[in-house]
């Protein structure tokens, strides 16, 4: 008897690398999950790689609050039958309701609790963590709860910085290992050896 395949959402911002990664590892047979919606609250490269890879995609980008916006995802998502929801670089906080019915987790672009926080994404952390002449920066893949970086820990993998690096190459290595540590996780996910 086939397993069933467990089904995703993801919840994007931006260009959508992390996804893109998602998508290549299911393409690949390397995950044996199903991304079921794609959202995000604004218009982004992201939505591109829905569309490409035939995956329903929303935009919820017209909201007057953070209220309605978290009210108006909380009604996409219940269409969909999910077992897991996945944020990608998504930068809106996620609301209480959507939290008490889902399992919801994000990777993040550094070691939390350093360089957590409202206002600390993407390129954002990585001239921190270089200003501040950290020899080791790395990714955080953690349960989300209604504070900015501070739910839960699931894994984190460290990656080297150098005296010489500029924010643009640490950003290289460490969108590398966010996307190798985050399709590992939702392998073991997928395969049943871990659960959320």
Not at 33 to 50: G, P
Not at 66 to 75: A, C, G, S
Not at 127 to 146: D, I, R
Request: aromatic share 8%; hydrophobic share 40%; glycine share 6%.
């Amino acid at each position: 008897m086939k397993k069933e395949v467990r089904k995703i959402a993801v919840l994007v911002s931006g260009e959508g690398t992390t996804l893109q990664a998602i998508i290549d590892a299911i393409e690949s047979d390397i995950l044996d999950l199903s991304i079921e919606i794609v959202i995000s609250d604004r218009e982004c490269f992201a939505l591109e790689s829905a569309k490409h890879a035939g995956i329903d995609k929303w935009i919820i980008d017209d909201f007057a609050s953070i209220e309605e916006l978290n009210e108006r995802l909380y009604t996409v998502l219940t269409i969909y039958n999910l077992d897991l929801i996945v944020l990608a670089g998504y930068l809106k906080p996620i609301g209480t309701k959507i939290l008490e019915k889902y399992t919801v987790i994000n990777t993040h672009p550094a070691l939390l609790p350093k360089y957590g926080g409202k206002g600390m994404y993407g390129m954002h952390v990585h001239k921190a963590v270089v200003n501040h002449h950290e020899t080791v920066s790395g990714v955080t893949l953690h349960f989300v709860n209604e504070q900015y970086d501070k739910g839960p820990i699931i894994w984190q993998t460290p990656v080297p910085v150098f005296s010489e690096d500029t924010a643009e190459e640490v950003s290289e290595r460490v969108q590398a290992a966010e996307k190798t540590q985050l399709v590992s996780i939702l392998k073991a996910f997928s395969e049943g050896k871990i659960d959320f």
